[in-house]
């Protein structure tokens, strides 16, 4: 119940400081809210409001969370993974291309190598990789929109 109040409070604030930056530089350029900063808006509140859900959701169940947090070890050895489950390749496209990050860490595990071990990240981890592809997407396409 409590990460439903802080998630509708930052939608709130949310929603506020998108009118004020947004709003009202369409309404001093354009003389009316156009379509595109409605949008906008409605966009910024939306996530705003999600991101504050999932973290104070994720702040109460921490313990929980924490627990299934830990990297399994595997019996792959680090050149049989493919190219694109590897942690350089992750990073690589979630800087440069984040569909292909997603896609794989949807459809499989991910993995990392300490010393000679090959671990399989969690699923928590794997779901905030994920999660960062999407919010890059979604903030380029906002990036893009947003450019006259």
């Known amino acids: 119940m409590r990460s ?8 709130i604030v949310a929603f506020c400081l998108s009118y004020y930056f947004i709003g009202l530089d369409s309404h001093a350029r ?8 409605q949008s906008l808006i409605g966009i910024l509140t939306f996530f705003g409001a999600a ?3 999932v973290i104070a959701f994720v702040f ?7 627990a299934r947090s830990e990297p399994t070890p595997t019996e792959l050895s680090y050149d ?13 496209s979630l800087l440069l ?14 993995y990392q190598k300490r010393g000679e071990e090959v671990f399989a990240v969690s699923k ?9 592809g999407c919010l890059s997407m979604v903030a380029n396409t906002l990036r893009i929109m947003a450019t006259p």
């Open 80 to 92: 049989q993974i493919p190219w694109y489950r590897k942690t350089w390749a992750g990073i690589a």
């Open 30 to 37: 354009y003389g009316r809210m156009t379509d595109k900063a």
């Open 124 to 132: 928590l981890v794997r779901l905030s990789i994920v999660a960062t």
């Open 60 to 66: 109460e169940k921490r313990e929980q969370i924490a």
């Open 97 to 110: 291309f984040p569909p292909i990050v997603i896609i794989a860490g949807l459809t499989g595990d991910l």
């Open 51 to 53: 991101s504050a859900f």
């Open 4 to 11: 439903l109040i802080i998630a509708v409070l930052v939608g």
